[in-house]
Structure formats: structure tokens, C-alpha cells
């Protein structure tokens, strides 16, 4: 009883097996009497053995399509000439000091003006907003939604604390350019509103997708997505901090470019809908050449089985 119970579970499982092979085919044969037929070829064990293989490679191509194309986050590459640059801290990460020399300081975002030198630490939760209309001066405005200290600048000297709201003007021409490294939670752009003479604004830019492959373990890069006059860009839900540099000289505006993870990115245009940028699985799959070279050959393997099977069986 138990040696006809292992055979029924084989033969059902080789009907199964065997039975993918039957599709698309005219042949006169129901899956039993298919898998029957084989049964009876010479080359029944060699065929067992490589339609095994072809249903473990199907697997195997499967699991790592569906780990693949499952990833949420997507990478993010951003390069753009904006007006204004927001900054939050991602997760109470520390932002990356800044050296600062000769430049004006307002405390209390007021009307006291100082000349101050030195590395500018900011707090953790202290929103940064770096701004430039044109060529005029650069703007760097600190301040804090509990009402707390946003940090401190360490001179030669001595360790001078800030309040909680502080800004910084700085002078930038040809000859005295600044490169500002920048970690945290980005937004570049900002909002166009009516009735308003001027505020700042992107110029333009482009932001690509990358990712890594799932079997190459190569990074691929999508036709960047271009922003327009006017856009505001920044990461959904992001997974990570975002990391990058700023850098201005005498050309208007600011150039920055960053990368990051997240969910989605979203683009806000005036009197517009948002514009969704996402790594979706037709992305993945158009991008991912290793993937659909994996693909392509179990379509090949699949066809040459049923040859050499329908071969065998007539």
C-alpha cells in the first residue's frame, strides 16, 4: 500500500510537472496520457531530470523577480539650480557643520548685526533654509519650532551659542565661491504665489531613478525626469537622510545636487497636480537588463523542452 501510494504521488507530480509543457500545443493528448507517453521514451529519465531543472530555475527566477520588484524605496539622483534650499533633520541625525568666515550674522533673525568667523554647528531639530534670488546674497536662516537653541559656532576663541533663530549673509562672487556639504531631509524649490512680486524659485533640473539590479548587483539610472521653471521637488517617506552638496558662485541661484531613498518623489507644480516619481515594476523591468536576460533564457529552456519532449513522445 505504501510503495502504490509513493507511485500515485509520483505520477501525479510528474503530470504536474510535465503538464506546462502542454500549452500552446495541438497535440492529441490529454496531461495523463501526455505524461504517459513520456513514461515510455528511452529518454524518460533525462527528461525527468531536465524539466527538475527547468521548474527549480522557474523558482529561483521568480523568488528573485518578486524580492526585486517588492523593494519599496527607490533612489533618488537630484541636480538642480534653485533659489531656495529647505533642510530638516532626518531622524535627529546631526546636519554637517559648516566653516563660515566673514560673514554677517542677525541675531534673533533681527536687526543686530555682528561679523563673525567660525564653524557653525546646527542643533538636530532646527529646520535650515538656504536662500539666493538671483546674484544677491546668500541667506542662511536658522530656526526652531520648540523655541530652542539652533546651534552653536565654535571661533578660535570661544564657543558662542545661537538662539533660536538665527540668519547668516554671506557674499558670493567668482572669486569667493562656497561648497556646502548638506545631510538631512531636502526640499528644493519653492511655492509660486499670487500677488507677490518675487519669491524664491527653481530655475531648473533633473532627477533620474536608480537601483540595483537583482542578479547583477549593478546600479542602473532611468532618463532623468526634467523640473521646470517654477517645480518644487522633495522625497516621500524618506528611508535615509539625504546627502549632497551646494554650491555657489557668481552664476544666479544656487546649484545643488543630492541623492536619496524613499517612497516616492513628488513634484509640485504651480496650479498643477503632483507628479509622482517611482521606481514602478514596469521601471524595474525595462532597466534591469540581468533580470530580463534571466527571463528571456527560461523562455528559451521552455521551448526547447517542449521540442525535445514532443520529439521524443512521436
Same mark, same amino acid.
Request: hydrophobic content about 55%; overall charge neutral.
Given at each position: 500500500m505504501k510503495r502504490l501510494t509513493l507511485k500515485n504521488i509520483f505520477r501525479k507530480t $510528474?503530470? #504536474?510537472? =510535465?503538464? !506546462? #509543457?502542454? %500549452?500552446?500545443?495541438?497535440?492529441? *493528448? %490529454? $496531461? %495523463?496520457? =501526455?505524461?504517459?507517453?513520456?513514461?515510455? @521514451?528511452? /529518454?524518460r529519465w533525462l527528461l525527468h531530470i531536465l524539466v527538475g531543472f527547468f /521548474?527549480?530555475?522557474? $523558482? *529561483?527566477?521568480?523568488? !528573485? @523577480?518578486?524580492?526585486f520588484i517588492t523593494t519599496p524605496d527607490t533612489l533618488y539622483n537630484v541636480t538642480a539650480r534653485s533659489e531656495i534650499i529647505t533642510i530638516d533633520s532626518f531622524q535627529n541625525s546631526a546636519f554637517v557643520p559648516w566653516q563660515l568666515e566673514n560673514v554677517t550674522r542677525y541675531a534673533q533673525c533681527g536687526s543686530e548685526t555682528s561679523f563673525i568667523s567660525g564653524q557653525l554647528q546646527v542643533a538636530q531639530d532646527t529646520s535650515v533654509y538656504i536662500e539666493r534670488i538671483g546674484t544677491q546674497s546668500v541667506w542662511i536662516t536658522l530656526s526652531s519650532a520648540t523655541l530652542a537653541p539652533v546651534g552653536y559656532i565654535q571661533t578660535d576663541n570661544q564657543r558662542i551659542e545661537l538662539s533660536d533663530c538665527e540668519a547668516f549673509e554671506l557674499q558670493a562672487s567668482a572669486n569667493n565661491s562656497y561648497t556646502l556639504p548638506i545631510d538631512g531631509v531636502m526640499t528644493i524649490g519653492g511655492e509660486v504665489k499670487e500677488a507677490s512680486a518675487r519669491e524664491p524659485i527653481l530655475h531648473d533640473g533633473s532627477v533620474a531613478i536608480s537601483d540595483k539590479g537583482a542578479w547583477s548587483g549593478q546600479y542602473y539610472q532611468t532618463e532623468p525626469y526634467a523640473l521646470e521653471l517654477g517645480d518644487k521637488f522633495f522625497i516621500q517617506n524618506p528611508s535615509i537622510q539625504s546627502s549632497g552638496f551646494i554650491f555657489v558662485d557668481d552664476s544666479p541661484g544656487m546649484q545643488v545636487t543630492f541623492n536619496g531613498k524613499g517612497d516616492a518623489g513628488v513634484i509640485q507644480r504651480y496650479k498643477s497636480e503632483d507628479i509622482i516619481l517611482k521606481n514602478s515594476i514596469w521601471t524595474k523591468l525595462a532597466h534591469d537588463e540581468s533580470l530580463l536576460f534571466l527571463w528571456l533564457f527560461l523562455v528559451a529552456a521552455f521551448s526547447l523542452l517542449k521540442f525535445v519532449i514532443r520529439v521524443n513522445i512521436e
Open positions: $510528474a503530470k #504536474f510537472l =510535465f503538464g !506546462i #509543457f502542454l %500549452t500552446n500545443e495541438d497535440l492529441p *493528448y %490529454t $496531461a %495523463t496520457e =501526455f505524461r504517459d507517453r513520456i513514461s515510455l @521514451s528511452p /529518454w /521548474w527549480m530555475l522557474l $523558482a *529561483y527566477i521568480v523568488v !528573485i @523577480s518578486l524580492r
